[in-house]
């Protein structure tokens, strides 16, 4: 019964009529029983009160006559009766009279009480009924009988009735199964065969099945005409879906063909593009080989002409010389823009990007920025917050700062301010170039970042320029995740401010670039020596920097550690240290110099605020100035320690394709002192090595037959020429790969590209030097 | 009429206003009365004419107060019940009932002569009273009061005698006597 509510409708049906039939038929036999009960104890009652009445009428006499005899003998006419138990007659005043005891061992019982007025009571109590009656004889009471009889009859009726009862409710039950059976027939299979189309319908998904009409005209015929109804939407909805189905596959297909063939013509193009974009790699690669050999010849003679190194010129040939160089350098510069900006137009320019500080990276800029800057009195001034961390190349960065800080001076007046300041901005970093220039006007704004546009301006810096230098930058900026942005008033000054992403500030990585990659030093004097400028304090720095640069080239370290590492990978001429440092002192730096093999030779000047000349002499100071100094005991104090250049009798070995090439490179060498010897391949460069003394090797990259990259390889791989120095100077474009290679196993590399003189003297020099000092440390 | 109900049913005269026991003629004088209405006279009798139901006493009265007493205020069929006492069997015209004393003994069968030519029952206590022809005849038994009928006589008569009279009688003659 719990689980009623699993049962099958069928189980249910069948039960609810048989409880329902089962409550009817036992109400019903109750009720039977009972009245049968009632008649029956009534039948009994009449048949006892019968005989009482009659025994009564029968005994008057006896009564009357004082006859108990007689009125036994009366009485023993109830023997006929085995049902009752006992009588007795009482008189008036309720002295028993005569008895009657069915089993002869009977007791006199006292005289019952009938109720006042009433001439007959009785009772049932157990299992018998008591009747008691008044006799009564011509309207008067005479005496009362009383009878005693079992109730054995009625009870064997009793039984015998609800027998009779239990098996008419057996019967009636069985009646009632059978009928619901067959009721519950009509039901329930209309419904479990519906149950069952439903589940067919729902595992096979065909909708045409229907469901069997029951044949009738009830709820359930209407439920089986709804759901084949239903069944017959779904069948429609169906049919629809799938012809609305075939139709999109159709269209799928169709469209799939289409874009197969729109793929296949799109390879073709992709190929034809592909095509189109190696060739202009290719044409890029020789254009910046091709252009720039012979102006490399141009601006290379022009240079020694203008030193007059040949000889004397007059007046009107150095003014005509002079032109030359202007010419050649501009044209230069263009071909580099133009190739700049190609190379980021065709995606191949290689970005990477590193986290460094922007007042690492500034210094570099500013050294070649102040002589221009000077030249015109314009003030430099920097408002650079503290640890400003970007995430970009560092080279590019400082390319972008270059052109805007060299627009600035550009179309600023004499006299005039540029203001560089730096600050955060979320999760960006701008830097912002302030000039007090001649402005642009708004409607030219818009423009001024697109290719060869110039703003009219001085004759002067039209010239200078090339116009590609902002489009270059507002490139630079954006491909590193950056915005340039400007903000002018004509008349007033512009303010350019480009924004790189921040860099984390954990990797403070200390800032060293490649040993051999050196700041492009433009406009620099020729065959300057260089000098590390170590200071905390970057004002300090910039000073030091100022006093020298026209001499000098320069380096700067901000501390101790960092100018240990520049030392040893940079090997300058002569470093000038401060003392008071906050991570390691001054002293401590000067010791660590001085044990390093490397960096011991090297002169050390104290530059101090502190007099502690005994202690910096003791530990191996070459010099000792005080704070503040003098610009002319500075350069006089560093001539006394850097050496001039060197005439020794070194030996360069020049291999290059190019005769003018060579002659230019010969004629700049010996200039400066040294001896050479030029080849025109590689395979020639080989011979002379092995043949040969070389104190270095100055090589081209790009030659027919034997290139750079296979001679450099050929040279490492024999033993004894793994410490030769070598040199590139390339007008290739190079890849993130071949720079590694490079900066593996060479000394330096020049690009045709810039004003390589000055940087090629200062390089070999240094070589040439170390390798000298070493010697002498050697041998002392 | 209680009082007497209750010693004539109990059967043992026990009179509880009198501090001596029932006399015979006591119980007698009861069942005088009790006779009167086990029996039914003929409807066109000389008796049944009368308004009053007359219970005689013929010659000398042997129950003294007591059948007064017995049968004061009581009534049969819708009579009253009165004693009345004769001397002749002349007398006896609206009698019903005819009890004839002892003292009658000599002249008994002239008197049962006379009186069954009426609808009378007619009772005494004379021995052999019923054999000559009377109808109801007391006899004791032991210390108890009995009857005996002769019942020709009273079917002679015309009267009708109930059976239950005769359950409780202790001889019932027929055709014993009278010829």
């Known amino acids: 019964m719990l689980k009623v509510q699993h049962y099958s409708i069928s189980k249910k049906l069948t039960l609810m009529n048989l409880l329902v039939s089962a409550a009817a038929l036992l109400l019903a036999c109750a009720g039977f029983c009972a009245y049968d009960l009632y008649s029956l104890r009534t039948a009994v009652i009449g048949n006892v009160s019968m005989q009482a009445q009659i025994i009564g009428d029968n005994t008057v006499s006896a009564l009357l006559f004082n006859d108990p005899h007689s009125a036994e003998k009366t009485l023993s006419a109830l023997r006929a009766n085995p049902n009752l138990m006992y009588a007795q007659i009482y008189t008036y005043d309720g002295q028993p009279f005569a008895g009657y005891w069915r089993d002869r061992a009977g007791e006199t019982r006292a005289l019952p009480m009938i109720p006042a007025g009433q001439t007959q009571s009785h009772w049932f109590r157990d299992g018998h009924l008591g009747l008691a009656r008044s006799i009564i004889f011509q309207g008067k009471a005479m005496g009362t009988v009383y009878i005693r009889s079992d109730l054995r009859a009625m009870n064997d009726r009793f039984k015998s009735y609800a027998l009779i009862i239990a098996i008419v409710f057996l019967a009636s039950l069985m009646v009632a199964l059978l009928i619901s059976r067959i009721f519950e027939r009509r039901i329930s299979k209309p419904v479990k065969e519906l149950a069952e189309t439903v589940r067919i319908v729902s595992r096979e998904k065909d909708y045409s099945i229907r469901a069997a009409a029951t044949g009738s005209q009830d709820e359930l015929a209407t439920l089986v005409d709804a759901f084949n109804e239903m069944l017959e939407q779904i069948q429609g909805h169906e049919v629809a879906l799938r012809q609305a189905h075939d139709e999109l596959e159709e269209r799928?297909?169709?469209?799939?063909?289409?874009?197969?063939?729109?793929?296949?013509?799109?390879?073709?193009?992709?190929?034809?593009?592909?095509?189109?974009?190696?060739?202009?790699?290719?044409?890029?690669?020789?254009?910046?080989?091709?252009?720039?050999?012979?102006?490399?010849?141009?601006?290379?003679?022009?240079?020694?002409?203008?030193?007059?190194?040949?000889?004397?010129?007059?007046?009107?040939?150095?003014?005509?010389?002079?032109?030359?160089?202007?010419?050649?350098?501009?044209?230069?510069?263009?071909?580099?823009?133009?190739?700049?900006?190609?190379?980021?137009?065709?995606?191949?320019?290689?970005?990477?990007?590193?986290?460094?500080?922007?007042?690492?990276?500034?210094?570099?800029?500013?050294?070649?920025?102040?002589?221009?800057?000077?030249?015109?009195?314009?003030?430099?001034?920097?408002?650079?917050?503290?640890?400003?961390?970007?995430?970009?190349?560092?080279?590019?960065?400082?390319?972008?700062?270059?052109?805007?800080?060299?627009?600035?001076?550009?179309?600023?007046?004499?006299?005039?301010?540029?203001?560089?300041?730096?600050?955060?901005?979320?999760?960006?970093?701008?830097?912002?170039?302030?000039?007090?220039?001649?402005?642009?006007?708004?409607?030219?704004?818009?423009?001024?970042?697109?290719?060869?546009?110039?703003?009219?301006?001085?004759?002067?810096?039209?010239?200078?320029?090339?116009?590609l230098g902002l489009a270059i930058s507002k490139r630079l900026v954006e491909r590193q995740g950056g915005r340039i942005s400007l903000e002018s008033e004509f008349g007033k000054g512009s303010r350019f401010t480009f924004t790189l992403p921040v860099g984390s500030t954990a990797s403070q990585t200390p800032l060293i670039s490649g040993p051999t990659i050196l700041p492009v030093a433009a406009g620099g004097g020729r065959g300057k020596p260089l000098i590390l400028i170590v200071d905390d304090e970057i004002?300090?720095?910039?000073?030091?920097?100022?006093?020298?640069?026209?001499?000098?080239?320069?380096?700067?370290?901000?501390?101790?550690?960092?100018?240990?590492?520049?030392?040893?990978?940079?090997?300058?001429?002569?470093?000038?240290?401060?003392?008071?440092?906050?991570?390691?002192?001054?002293?401590?730096?000067?010791?660590?110099?001085?044990?390093?093999?490397?960096?011991?030779?090297?002169?050390?000047?104290?530059?101090?605020?502190?007099?502690?000349?005994?202690?910096?002499?003791?530990?191996?100071?070459?010099?000792?100035?005080?704070?503040?100094?003098?610009?002319?005991?500075?350069?006089?104090?560093?001539?006394?320690?850097?050496?001039?250049?060197?005439?020794?009798?070194?030996?360069?070995?020049?291999?290059?394709?190019?005769?003018?090439?060579?002659?230019?490179?010969?004629?700049?060498?010996?200039?400066?002192?040294?001896?050479?010897?030029?080849?025109?391949?590689?395979?020639?460069?080989?011979?002379?090595?092995?043949?040969?003394?070389?104190?270095?090797?100055?090589?081209?990259?790009?030659?027919?037959?034997?290139?750079?990259?296979?001679?450099?390889?050929?040279?490492?791989?024999?033993?004894?020429?793994?410490?030769?120095?070598?040199?590139?100077?390339?007008?290739?474009?190079?890849?993130?790969?071949?720079?590694?290679?490079?900066?593996?196993?060479?000394?330096?590399?020049?690009?045709?590209?810039?004003?390589?003189?000055?940087?090629?003297?200062?390089?070999?020099?240094?070589?040439?030097?170390?390798?000298?000092?070493?010697?002498?440390?050697?041998?002392? | 009429m209680a009082v007497v109900m209750a010693w004539v049913l109990v059967g043992v005269p026990c009179l509880r206003a009198q501090s001596s026991k029932p006399t015979d003629y006591d119980v007698k004088a009861v069942y005088l009365f009790n006779f009167g209405r086990f029996v039914e006279w003929p409807a066109n009798g000389t008796a049944a004419k009368n308004d009053s139901f007359a219970i005689c006493v013929l010659g000398q009265d042997p129950f003294g107060p007591a059948l007064d007493a017995t049968l004061a205020g009581e009534t049969i069929d819708g009579k009253s019940v009165v004693a009345k006492r004769i001397s002749t069997p002349e007398e006896s015209g609206d009698c019903r009932i005819v009890f004839m004393s002892s003292a009658e003994d000599a002249r008994m069968n002239k008197i049962i002569a006379a009186l069954n030519k009426e609808a009378v029952l007619t009772v005494s206590d004379i021995p052999q009273f019923s054999q000559h022809g009377g109808m109801i005849q007391f006899v004791l038994e032991g210390k108890k009061v009995r009857f005996e009928v002769n019942l020709t006589a009273v079917q002679h008569a015309g009267l009708t005698l109930s059976s239950e009279l005769l359950k409780v009688a202790t001889t019932v003659r027929r055709n014993s006597s009278g010829d």
Not at chain 1, 388 to 409: C, G, I, M, P, T
């Open chain 1, 252 to 467: 799928v297909q169709e469209r799939t063909r289409q874009l197969a063939a729109a793929n296949q013509e799109l390879e073709i193009r992709n190929h034809e593009v592909e095509r189109a974009t190696r060739m202009k790699s290719r044409f890029l690669a020789s254009m910046s080989h091709e252009l720039r050999t012979p102006l490399n010849a141009i601006v290379g003679f022009s240079d020694l002409l203008a030193e007059q190194t040949p000889g004397q010129l007059n007046d009107k040939q150095q003014r005509f010389v002079s032109h030359i160089k202007q010419g050649s350098a501009h044209l230069l510069q263009l071909i580099n823009d133009i190739l700049d900006l190609s190379k980021i137009e065709a995606g191949q320019l290689e970005f990477r990007c590193e986290d460094f500080q922007v007042k690492d990276a500034l210094p570099e800029v500013l050294s070649t920025i102040r002589p221009l800057a000077m030249a015109k009195s314009i003030q430099i001034e920097q408002k650079l917050g503290t640890d400003h961390q970007v995430h970009a190349d560092r080279v590019r960065f400082k390319q972008v700062l270059y052109n805007l800080l060299s627009n600035a001076v550009k179309f600023t007046p004499k006299a005039g301010r540029i203001d560089i300041d730096c600050r955060e901005d979320g999760n960006f970093v701008a830097i912002s170039v302030t000039d007090t220039g001649i402005g642009i006007r708004a409607e030219d704004q818009a423009v001024i970042f697109e290719e060869f546009r110039q703003v009219e301006g001085p004759a002067e810096a039209a010239q200078e320029g090339t116009g």
């Open chain 1, 539 to 780: 004002a300090a720095r910039e000073l030091l920097a100022t006093y020298l640069s026209p001499e000098y080239q320069i380096v700067m370290a901000e501390s101790g550690a960092e100018a240990v590492v520049k030392a040893q990978q940079l090997r300058p001429d002569a470093i000038t240290l401060d003392v008071l440092m906050p991570d390691s002192t001054g002293f401590e730096t000067l010791v660590a110099l001085r044990k390093t093999p490397d960096t011991a030779s090297i002169p050390i000047i104290i530059v101090s605020i502190v007099d502690q000349k005994q202690v910096g002499f003791a530990l191996g100071a070459a010099d000792y100035l005080i704070k503040p100094i003098r610009k002319s005991a500075l350069l006089e104090t560093i001539r006394k320690h850097v050496a001039p250049q060197s005439d020794d009798d070194e030996t360069i070995l020049l291999v290059d394709d190019d005769p003018r090439t060579l002659e230019l490179l010969e004629e700049t060498l010996r200039s400066a002192g040294y001896e050479t010897e030029s080849v025109r391949s590689g395979a020639r460069a080989l011979e002379v090595l092995s043949s040969k003394q070389v104190s270095a090797v100055l090589l081209d990259l790009l030659m027919p037959g034997m290139d750079g990259f296979e001679v450099i390889r050929h040279v490492r791989q024999e033993p004894t020429l793994k410490e030769l120095p070598i040199f590139v100077m390339t007008a290739k474009s190079l890849t993130g790969d071949e720079l590694a290679v490079l900066n593996r196993e060479t000394q330096a590399l020049f690009h045709k590209n810039g004003s390589w003189h000055p940087q090629l003297i200062v390089e070999v020099g240094r070589v040439f030097q170390g390798r000298k000092l070493a010697r002498s440390a050697a041998q002392s």
